[in-house]
């Protein structure tokens, strides 16, 4: 009787243990879930990737792009279009081509597209819906975060690109 009680009594702890600590949590544990670390989102569609994308507002209340977009297909892709709360995106170039391997860069010091919302009037801190078109991979709604034009954004604007 005694070995029995040790027995449960073992058992018992052991599950405390493991439930205490998350381990028997599966595949959804807290602890294996990834935060989003910057006011950026991260989304995916089809072999495109989307990191750190916001938008960045601008004392004439347009909103300009920020982030990037990464093609890791084997087939090339392009941005069609971009819309903000029913407001098309000036681009520049045009469409920017996502090469297979390659990204395009919305704004800062390797920037190679440029997307500026004209008359957005986006508030600081709000999340405006965005709809990017793609060639090849479709449509992506998401919701960017504004953010103030200060700080590591202080440089964002629409200026045509220098290279």
């Known amino acids: 009787m005694q070995?029995?009680?040790k027995a449960a009594t073992a058992t018992l702890a052991l599950s405390a243990l493991?439930?205490?600590?998350?381990?028997?949590?599966?595949?959804?544990?807290?602890?294996r879930l990834s935060s989003q670390l910057t006011?950026?989102?991260e989304a995916n569609i089809g072999d495109l990737r989307m990191v750190n994308v916001l938008l960045v507002a601008q004392a004439d209340g347009s909103a300009v792009l920020v982030g990037t977009v990464v093609n890791n297909g084997m087939t090339a892709d392009r941005?069609?279009?971009?819309?903000a709360n029913g407001i098309e995106a000036t681009l520049t170039p045009f469409a920017p081509a996502l090469n297979i391997g390659?990204?395009?860069?919305?704004?800062g010091d390797s920037a190679?597209?440029?997307?500026?919302?004209?008359?957005l009037n986006a508030k600081i801190?709000?999340?405006v819906p965005v709809e990017f078109t793609f060639s090849r991979s479709g449509k992506l709604k998401v919701d960017l975060l504004v953010r103030e034009k200060s700080a590591e954004f202080a440089s964002v604007s629409g200026s045509p690109l220098t290279n």
């Open 102 to 107: 390659d990204k395009a860069v919305f704004s």
């Open 18 to 31: 493991l439930l205490l600590s998350g381990c028997g949590a599966g595949p959804d544990a807290q602890t």
């Open 79 to 83: 941005v069609g279009g971009i819309n």
């Open 125 to 127: 801190g709000d999340r």
């Open 112 to 119: 190679n597209a440029i997307a500026v919302f004209p008359g």
């Open 39 to 41: 006011d950026g989102i």
């Open 3 to 5: 070995k029995l009680v």
